[in-house]
């Protein structure tokens, strides 16, 4: 029989993405009153790698991460990401959503992110939440899988996560 082990404390990130550069920051004063201090944020990069968004959102779309100083426990994923669903209908204009806020954290060797989205790699949480392991660190750097998000395969964001890992690493 194996013994039960619990895990350490993950970093939480947040993945926004908005048309609107001016929504990030408000979104992300919002975000720290929950989740306390931001330890990182990215600069704004364009998302170009899909239209799924553009007809809720609107065009010119652009991506920011952030992380938090406060470390989680990986069991409040689904809770978190629930909370960010309610954060972004704080910001709807009539039925618009104008902001998405992507919950999910690093640890040492996976980016995990939470989606109400189930498939096959997906595992079920719990209140409708289900968590994916998007990348893996292999060999000195974050990996994707066959069925990784585009832009999150991408070097740009690899580096990201990298240093959010760095960051994770030191407060171990």
């Not at 989606?115 to 409708?128: F, P, Q, V």
């Not at 060999?139 to 832009?151: A, C, L, V």
């Amino acid at each position: 029989m194996g013994k039960i082990t619990y895990p350490e404390k993950v970093k939480l990130i947040i993945a926004m993405l908005s048309s609107s550069e001016e929504l990030f920051e408000t979104a992300q004063r919002r975000l720290e009153q929950v989740f306390g201090s931001i330890d990182f944020c990215s600069q704004i990069l364009p998302f170009t790698f899909t239209q799924y968004y553009m007809p809720e959102m609107g065009e010119d779309l652009k991506r920011r991460f952030i992380s938090f100083s406060l470390r989680i426990q990986p069991e409040e994923l689904a809770g978190i990401k629930v909370l960010t669903n309610s954060i972004e209908q704080e910001f709807i204009v009539g039925d618009r959503r104008r902001i998405n806020l992507d919950s999910g954290y690093i640890t040492a060797a996976k980016l995990i992110l939470a989606t109400t989205k189930d498939n096959s790699h997906r595992i079920y949480l719990s209140n409708g939440i289900y968590a994916e392991i998007t990348l893996r660190f292999v060999s000195g750097t974050f990996r994707p899988w066959e069925w990784t998000y585009p832009d999150y395969k991408t070097p740009e964001y690899i580096e990201i996560f990298n240093h959010i890992r760095q960051l994770f690493m030191e407060q171990r």
